[in-house]
């Protein structure tokens, strides 16, 4: 699987987008992005993929660019309780087993 | 529904012991994963299974075994518990892949083992 780069850390005020970047240089063309957060030590949360179309949902949109090495996550109206760490990964479709590898992600800090 | 259930929350082990550490989803998952988190870093996988008996090996699966006899479970055994086992344990489950699209991992909340 590709690996993936993202910040280590960001500040958002409230109710502003949250803008997260992630590179994927070498990323495959069946590879997904996938999106997952992380609150306080608590499972992981799936947000968001995608393959190459920009993709919308209730939680979040995800834009990924033309050539495909990077992509963002759009939080459009960030709140205090999407202060988490997320997770941008890469994944091979298999057909077997499929398995996500996770990085150590962006910590957001969201404030008043 | 419940989703993925992980029990304990919490334990302690002294240096040597065993224990189980169980995961339970009611979503009808055929995929179920084993995952551990240590201070500051990402996941890291233990050990995966694609069904009812068959499973295979992650990226960090010495000193851990697991089975699925059901569809339903799939406990992690510690057998000889270390200090380095000393980590946050997360269970997930997910629908095999299907055509093209395939579906996010659900979570549980996870067993805070400290070995000591």
Request: no cysteine; net charge neutral.
């Given at each position: 699987d590709a690996k993936t780069t993202q910040p280590p850390s960001m500040d958002c005020a409230e109710g502003r987008a949250a803008n997260l970047p992630c590179n994927h240089?070498?990323?495959?063309?069946n590879e997904y992005v996938y999106w997952y957060r992380q609150i306080h030590s608590q499972g992981p949360q799936y947000i968001i993929h995608g393959l190459k179309n920009n993709e919308t949902n209730e939680m979040a949109s995800l834009i990924i660019t033309e050539d495909r090495k990077s992509s963002t996550l759009i939080l459009p109206h960030a709140t205090l309780r999407d202060t988490a760490v997320y997770y941008c990964i890469v994944r091979l479709y298999t057909g077997t087993a499929s398995k996500l590898t996770f990085g150590t992600g962006t910590r957001l800090q969201v404030t008043l | 529904n419940a989703g993925v259930t992980q029990t304990p929350k919490f334990r302690i082990l002294k240096i040597g012991q065993s224990m189980t550490l169980q995961c339970t989803q009611d979503?009808?998952?055929?995929y179920m994963y084993w995952y551990r988190q240590d201070p500051g870093m990402g996941l890291k996988l233990i050990y995966y299974s694609v069904g009812a008996g068959i499973t295979d090996k992650g990226e960090v699966p010495n000193g851990y075994n697991v089975s699925r006899s059901t569809t339903e479970d799939f406990p992690l055994r510690l057998e000889l518990a270390a200090p380095s086992q000393t980590s946050v344990y997360f269970c997930a489950s997910s629908y095999s892949l299907q055509g093209a699209r395939s579906y996010g991992y659900t979570f549980g909340s996870g067993t805070r083992l400290t070995v000591v």
């Open positions: 240089s070498t990323i495959s063309g | 979503m009808n998952h055929n």
